[in-house]
């Protein structure tokens, strides 16, 4: 009998494990089309096998420190609902383009960072936190930190 008991926990550890979403970053991008504003898309995805839910994100930008013009702590924050399996999932902030070209041509540093909190199908909540930061050279943005905790700490 404990055999059998232990071996359906063991089972069911491994399936809670293997069965449940994984949310995390894809891409950060960031393109400058338009005359006003630079376009930045960050990339979100499930890259588990179940879907997501009750996802909400907080996606904020900050340049030398500093959160973008017109931006508050609650406008960073999104009802992302339900995030199905490898189905691209794109949140867009718009950044001035003074700002921008002040990033591109190395007086000042970008720093995004991404934080998603989310359930499974067993309503268990999973939490995902990443910093990203602006890297000219390369022209694209660079992981720089992270975090599995529902803490709201990055490191």
């Given amino acids: 009998a404990f055999a059998t008991w232990r071996t359906a926990q063991v089972t069911n550890l491994l399936f809670s494990v293997a069965e449940r979403p994984y949310m995390g970053v894809e891409q950060v991008t960031i393109d400058a089309n338009d005359g006003d504003f630079a376009r930045l898309v960050v990339d979100c995805r499930n890259f588990g096998q179940v879907q997501a839910t009750g996802g909400v994100s907080q996606i904020g930008v900050k340049i030398d420190g500093k959160p973008l013009p017109q931006s508050s702590r609650l406008s960073e924050i999104e009802n992302i609902g339900i995030v199905s399996p490898t ?30 909190a989310y359930r499974g ?13 602006y890297d000219r050279r390369s022209a694209d943005f660079i992981p720089t930190g992270g975090s599995d905790k529902c803490s709201g700490e990055v490191y």
């Fill in 87 to 116: 189905v691209p999932h794109r949140i867009f902030r718009f950044v001035p383009m003074n700002l921008f070209e002040q990033v591109r041509d190395a007086g000042s540093r970008m720093i995004v960072y991404v934080s998603f």
């Fill in 121 to 133: 199908p067993d309503q268990r909540q999973f939490c995902y936190s990443k910093l990203f930061s």
